[in-house]
């Protein structure tokens, strides 16, 4: 294994903290427990926090900031934080209207946030994010995995609570993004966890995993490398049965975001979005806003996403709306 490291047991500390140094106008971090705060703590909004694993850069400590999170707690690689991390947080960030915490549905994830919920000496709610159509349970959940979708609905929710609604209508807009939206990944290689050392799982140059999760956890099947086109047209095919299935339009304005894994080139994710595009606009989609990057990866895997949203009125001027963080920054 070949990484920038000094020492695997340090990693977290000694990233956070260069994080927290290169946007000292947006962030702080705080150590044992763990987690990063807005610079500047709002006042009079429900609070939003989100966390989980390292290793997904951006998320979540890069959603950290005026119009999105108010506080993320990061645990080891791929690894949940503890319920004495969200709790320091929301003590940290609290500010008189409740707390919202947006979680993934990973089992780790869902019963320390749930701890730490039981334990607040205040108001509180949490959306659970579930849009990953790949696999309905995997070995990280019971239920569908939460995966890009969690960076649109943390951006709305948050643009919500900053326009000071209460924590119903924040909760009530987190699920509603999250029926309305679907995700599904492909990998051409593994991600490399830098205390294991070596790759999650072997995959031959011939081969990709269709419906991989963000943990390098298998996915649909796997099968053997095609084209670009034919591997997208997979994958929009299954977001488009995703939405029949749950009884959703299949035409209409989206927000398409094409996701990179940590180890695709742009200049990839471009080609992908380009045959996502013109898949939808001939299914009757109109792409009414986008996204190209990487916003929610596996440390160095190989690999893209795709995630659709369906727009209404409400979800795109929350999407639109001035956001200004590490990770997401427009309308500033």
Request: net charge negative; hydrophobic share 45%.
């Amino acid at each position: 294994m070949k990484k920038f490291v000094n020492n695997v047991d340090h990693m977290l500390v000694e990233s956070l903290t260069g994080f927290a140094s290169a946007h000292s106008d947006l962030v702080d971090v705080q150590f044992e427990p763990t987690f990063v705060s807005r610079k500047h703590k709002s006042q009079q909004k429900v609070a939003i926090i989100s966390g989980g694993g390292a290793g997904h850069e951006p998320l979540h400590a890069g959603y950290v900031g005026k119009g999105m999170l108010d506080a993320a707690c990061p645990g080891q690689v791929f690894t949940s934080p503890t319920p004495d991390q969200m709790l320091a947080a929301a003590e940290a960030v609290h500010a008189d209207k409740g707390v919202l915490f947006i979680v993934k549905n990973y089992a780790g994830d869902v019963m320390n946030f749930e701890m730490a919920a039981e334990m607040l000496p205040f108001e509180h709610a949490t959306v659970l994010t579930s849009d990953d159509c790949a696999v309905v349970n995997s070995t990280y959940t019971t239920g569908r995995r939460g995966v890009a979708g969690t960076v649109i609905i943390e951006k709305c929710v948050g643009s919500l609570a900053e326009s000071g609604a209460d924590l119903a209508a924040c909760k009530a807009l987190g699920e509603k993004i999250n029926l309305r939206t679907s995700s599904i990944g492909a990998a051409l290689t593994s991600c490399t966890v830098p205390a294991v050392g070596r790759p999650t799982f072997d995959i031959s140059d011939s081969e990709l995993e269709m419906g991989v999760g963000i943990h390098g956890e298998p996915g649909r099947r796997r099968e053997a490398m095609r084209a670009a086109d034919a591997i997208v047209a997979d994958m929009v095919n299954a977001i488009v049965h995703d939405f029949e299935a749950k009884q959703l339009p299949t035409q209409g304005d989206i927000l398409l975001l094409v996701n990179g894994l940590g180890a695709t080139p742009l200049m990839e994710l471009y080609l992908i979005y380009n045959t996502a595009a013109k898949l939808l606009k001939e299914k009757g989609f109109n792409i009414a806003r986008s996204l190209v990057g990487n916003y929610i990866t596996a440390i160095d895997m190989a690999g893209a996403s795709l995630t659709v949203c369906l727009l209404d009125q409400d979800i795109q001027q929350h999407w639109d709306s001035p956001v200004h963080t590490a990770g997401l920054r427009w309308g500033c």
